[in-house]
């Protein structure tokens, strides 16, 4: 049976392991987060079209989740790779920032091998058990500021990422849960210890206050799911292919420091915008600033907050911000008819299928405002925020008191990718995105024989790009996978007396 | 008697917070026929499932109604788990008590609840009088037509070969290499362009599996997906050639007829430049030294030196001017044509290079350099290669004496700028090659506002388009640069490997039939399909139905005088049953 591994769920990876699956071979999909959908999850609605991200998302998480060729491994990271076979044996071997540009490229019809390990991460709840029912998260005295919500909303202790998650299962992050840290504190053996508070030193085993355990969850479970006991799980999973769909993160606004340093509750990132306007997110679509829930009239919106920045930020572009906030400022003008919608940009790049339209429709009919120029400072003033800036096409300073600012921040490489690019022995960029063999006639390709690239890991990109890429990824495999396929049944022919 | 079961969901909250679905169950325990009704908290789930399974091998069930959500969100689920169980997949049906019920009407728990128990009963009825249905199994000609012998089709052809399946390459030019070939080199690569289509274009030649028919076109599909029929012919004569103009080869005696069966067709038929004439204000073509970008690549080409057409003169003043007619919806096209700004930056820079004391202008609206090394690449061209970039339009080109002149505005400044040039390069826009709209046609594939390919959805099916069996790859579908087309075209070729995996393809048999007793061959059922899947059968003279084509949409059923005309499983009988129940 051939095999291949997909590592990371967004949309790049989601598509990548559906058209292998639906090819008839095996994929296991692994996911660093509970659930799959990536950053595509967090959005409202998509340009140009505006279709809501959640509806036309969720028919392909479901597709997985249900799918028999898929093995959906959630919560979990692949820790290691070997290659088996003897031709790129050196894989485990190679030294992180090793740069690998001369490989030669793969010829041969044999299968390569991987050995990959995978730890699954403890959930603290037998997803084998749990149907999901709900009742936990909704008993749990817990509350923690939500990742998925940008900050800007809250979940439980026990929780799953988001209401349309597959699978939809709970975990317990055992940083905040009452029952996980007081046992913490009475421990003297440290099962319970989540590996990544040890790494990060925000628990140890001592001199922690004893707090009263909790343990509601597992009295209201209705199916005896809630498994404090469990613990880190390791897996290994032979594989003939792997796809690094691993995605992205945006710039943290505390390296900005002219734009408040992460400092400014109203000034906030292109995704938490995202949830502002997602009728799912913290504010049920309704748009309200962070700082006192109030209606902001007046929002600036600033792009290359970051990128096309080599002295402070990113030297490269970002490609997706300027429709994105086209889309915004459009969504928040019919969200806020009577609200002002700045836009600062450097060029508009609206390079895309119905783009070019798009912008003009959001600057002509939703009326707004195109600034040309930067933002040199953004300063609160009077629960205000003052900002400065420069139009360049009148050549005259501007200073707008926003309610809201929204930075289009810039794309960088999934945390972690580096890690995994030397783990693989892959080239990476000096930005740390994955290098393909050829930037123009091979992109999908990477230098290592079997290992392919999809996805937003490979530089900033759009949906329809990701998704198409994505597809030629697994073309890839497929090619890969369906000569070696003949090879073997040209053996199974009477060739294998040939082997010497 | 039937023996259904029937399973209420509580959703959770989602349905048992609005609907007493404990009243729903006992209501339905009284409905002949019904054999067990209960209800469970989430039926999508795993013990759900299990629950529904368990019922039908214990209780011999005949019939599932599952109330729950939309059938759109899960009647796959429930019909795979009531398959496992032994039961005929189609003899259960989803009650949507949720989107249509619960949630509709949060505020009246009572009326909601009276209307759950009549969807649901409604839905018993329909079940009862359902038939079990197999699904339909249809062949698939494992082969697929590739139209286009740019650098899309080439790789799409290759991608499709290698996985063993054969591919007819049609290509309307007498050579491979499309837009490509006319390159001097990539933006990246400045020398290595050919080189790098070279090894494409000889892979594709002598590969086993790919046969390539150049200086032809297709001129006649007909079929559906895994069963198209296509007829190639070359240009003007209708008589089939192979590529290099000799007899077919003799291992492919396929081509010695003019159809050709193909399961997949791939449309990679790229893009024409925006002609120079259609552009008044900057010449329309009459001036002999203002050109397009891909007339200057061909001076790049040759290595040698650059020299402008009218008089053979080193050009020492070169201006470049983007978005000549993009972006313009009044003058040109309302689109971006996404290269341009790449294409003028590389342009400039080689012309930097090549001519010591050169200047190069570029005029341009917004630099849209989003790419891998782009911006850092413009940021060169400009620094390194002093390539002098001004904001803003060009009005107006003209000839005096032996120079163009360029009228244009720097919006930056706010100043107008006039330049004297030697040589005036224009990026024109990207437009669907000649022939797309006719090729649309025989294909039966849509185009978009501005000519190109529809993509079935412009997020997430970017190299499908919306007929089934035939893909997209490369600026077919819009404007796209190298590095993209060619991962589209890898895309494509993914869906063409998926649908080759299987031997046979299946399809949902909910589908039209006829009562040929009934029929009259009036044909009015083959002229409001909007599937073309209704013909009147010659000898018999009934009317029949393409099950491969039949969407089930019912108009067919609708339009028949007679009533011969039915979908499987919603028989005018069973509808009665439906309303009967809850009136």
Request: proline content about 6%.
């Amino acid at each position: 049976m051939r095999r291949a591994l997909v590592v990371g769920a967004g949309i790049a990876g989601i598509q990548v392991a559906l058209d292998i699956a639906n090819s008839g071979y095996e994929v296991v999909l692994v996911e660093r987060l509970p659930s799959i959908g990536g950053h595509m999850a967090q959005l409202s609605e998509t340009f140009p079209t505006l279709d809501c991200s959640q509806c036309i998302l969720t028919p392909r998480t479901v597709e997985v989740g249900h799918h028999p060729n898929i093995k959906l491994m959630t919560y979990s990271e692949v820790i290691s790779v070997e290659s088996v076979d003897g031709e790129s044996g050196k894989l485990g071997h190679r030294e992180a920032g090793e740069q690998v540009t001369n490989l030669p490229i793969y010829q041969s019809t044999n299968l390569p091998e991987f050995r990959v390990r995978i730890r699954r991460k403890a959930a603290y709840v037998d997803w084998n058990l749990c149907t999901g029912c709900g009742a936990c998260q909704e008993k749990c005295p817990t509350k923690v500021i939500s990742e998925f919500e940008r900050g800007m909303g809250q979940r439980k202790a026990i929780y799953v990422v988001s209401p349309q998650a597959v699978p939809n299962k709970p975990v317990i992050d055992a940083e905040h849960c009452l029952y996980l840290t007081s046992k913490q504190g009475n421990s003297t053996t440290g099962v319970a210890l989540h590996p990544a508070d040890i790494e990060a030193g925000r628990v140890s085993a001592v001199g922690k206050p004893r707090r009263p355990r909790c343990g509601l969850c597992a009295r209201v479970c209705p199916t005896g799911a809630i498994a404090f006991d469990q613990e880190d799980a390791l897996f290994e999973e032979r594989v003939n292919a792997i796809v690094l769909a691993t995605g992205y993160d945006l710039l943290s606004p505390t390296r900005l420091p002219e734009y408040g340093g992460g400092r400014l509750p109203d000034v906030i990132d292109g995704l938490a915008f995202e949830r502002l306007l997602s009728a799912s997110g913290p504010t049920a679509g309704k748009i309200r600033r962070p700082s006192d829930g109030a209606e902001p009239k007046e929002v600036v919106f600033v792009q290359c907050s970051g990128s096309r920045d080599p002295e402070r930020g990113v030297p490269y572009c970002s490609k997706i911000c300027c429709m994105y906030t086209a889309k915004h400022a459009m969504l928040y003008k019919h969200h806020v008819p009577d609200g002002h919608a700045y836009v600062f940009y450097i060029d508009v790049r609206a390079g895309g299928k119905g783009y070019e339209e798009f912008v003009n429709r959001a600057a002509e009919e939703a009326g707004v405002v195109y600034l040309r120029g930067k933002v040199s400072k953004i300063v609160p003033q009077d629960g205000r925020l003052v900002v400065w800036g420069a139009d360049t096409l009148s050549g005259q300073r501007v200073e707008i008191a926003a309610d809201l600012v929204v930075l289009a921040t810039a794309v960088l490489p999934a945390a972690g990718s580096e890690r995994l690019a030397a783990m693989l022995g892959l080239a990476s960029d000096g930005s740390g995105f994955y290098v393909p063999a050829n930037a123009e006639i091979r992109p999908v390709e990477s230098h290592v024989p079997g290992v392919f690239l999809a996805g937003a890991g490979l530089g900033p990109r759009d949906i329809p790009e990701t998704v198409a890429q994505a597809s030629g990824a697994a073309a890839k495999v497929l090619k890969l996978f369906a000569a070696a396929r003949r090879e073997g049944d040209e053996e199974s022919e009477g060739n294998t007396e040939v082997m010497e | 008697m039937s023996k259904i079961g029937v399973f209420i969901c509580h959703c959770g909250h989602n349905i048992a917070g609005t609907v007493d679905v404990e009243a729903v169950a006992e209501a339905l325990r009284r409905v002949p026929g019904v054999a067990l009704a209960t209800t469970y908290k989430y039926c999508c789930s795993e013990p759900g499932q299990k629950l529904i399974r368990d019922s039908i091998q214990e209780q011999g069930l005949d019939g599932v109604v599952v109330a729950a959500c939309s059938p759109a969100m899960h009647e796959t689920t429930f019909r795979r788990a009531v398959a496992s169980a032994g039961l005929n997949p189609y003899l259960c049906e989803c009650a949507n008590i949720r989107e249509l019920c619960s949630w509709v009407h949060q505020g009246d728990p009572e009326q909601a609840t009276a209307k759950a128990i009549a969807i649901v009963q409604t839905i018993v009825e329909k079940v009862k009088r359902d038939e079990p249905l197999e699904m339909l199994k249809l062949p698939i000609t494992r082969r697929a037509l590739v139209i286009g012998g740019g650098i899309a089709g080439l790789q799409t052809a290759l991608d499709i070969a290698d996985a063993g399946y054969p591919v007819l390459l049609v290509e309307r030019s007498q050579r491979l290499g499309g837009k490509m070939a006319e390159l001097s080199g990539t933006y990246l690569n400045f020398e290595a362009a050919s080189d790098l289509l070279a090894q494409k274009i000889e892979a594709v030649t002598h590969h086993p599996r790919i046969e390539v028919l150049t200086e032809a076109e297709v001129v006649e599909v007909s079929g559906y997906v895994g069963n198209f029929n296509v007829r190639v012919g070359r240009l003007g004569t209708d008589k089939l050639v192979n590529w290099e103009g000799q007899a077919p080869s003799t291992n492919l005696p396929m081509y010695q007829s003019t159809e050709l069966a193909v399961g997949a067709i791939v449309v990679a038929t790229g893009y024409d430049r925006y002609p120079l004439s259609a552009l008044p204000e900057y010449g329309a073509g009459q001036i002999a030294d203002v050109i397009d970008t891909l007339a200057f690549e061909g001076m790049l080409a040759t290595g040698g030196e650059i020299r402008r057409p009218s008089d053979g003169k080193v050009p020492r003043e070169v201006v470049f001017v983007q978005c000549a007619g993009s972006r313009d919806p009044e003058h040109g096209v309302p689109y971006c044509s996404k290269i341009c700004c790449m294409v003028v930056a590389k342009q400039a820079t080689m012309y930097a290079r090549r001519v010591a004391g050169g200047q190069a202008y570029v005029f341009y609206m917004d630099i849209r350099s989003a790419g891998r090394g782009y911006e850092e690449y413009v940021d060169e061209a400009m620094q390194k290669h002093g390539v002098l970039y001004v904001r803003g339009k060009v009005s107006r080109l003209f000839p005096a004496d032996s120079k163009v002149m360029v009228w244009g505005v720097d919006t930056l400044s706010g100043r107008p700028i006039e330049v004297a040039a030697d040589l005036v390069v224009l990026a024109t826009p990207m437009v669907p090659s000649a022939g797309t709209a006719e090729l649309a046609q025989r294909l039966r594939a849509a185009t978009d506002a501005d000519g190109f390919f529809a993509e079935a959805h412009p997020k997430l099916r970017p190299v499908e388009s919306l007929t089934a069996g035939i893909y997209l790859a490369g600026a077919a579908q819009g404007p796209k640069d190298i590095p993209e087309a060619i991962a589209q075209a890898s895309g494509a070729a993914a869906k063409v490997l998926s649908l080759f995996s299987h031997e046979e393809m299946t399809q949902d048999p909910l589908v039209a039939y006829v009562i040929e007793e009934l029929c009259s061959a009036c044909g009015t059922c083959v002229e409001v399909c909007p599937y073309q899947a209704r013909s009147i059968h010659p000898v018999r003279n009934v009317a029949i139905v393409n099950a491969a084509l039949c969407q089930n949409c019912g108009a067919c059923v609708v339009a028949c005088p007679n009533k011969a005309s039915q979908v499987f499983n919603w028989k005018p009988e069973q509808f009665l049953a439906m309303v009967d129940a809850i009136f």
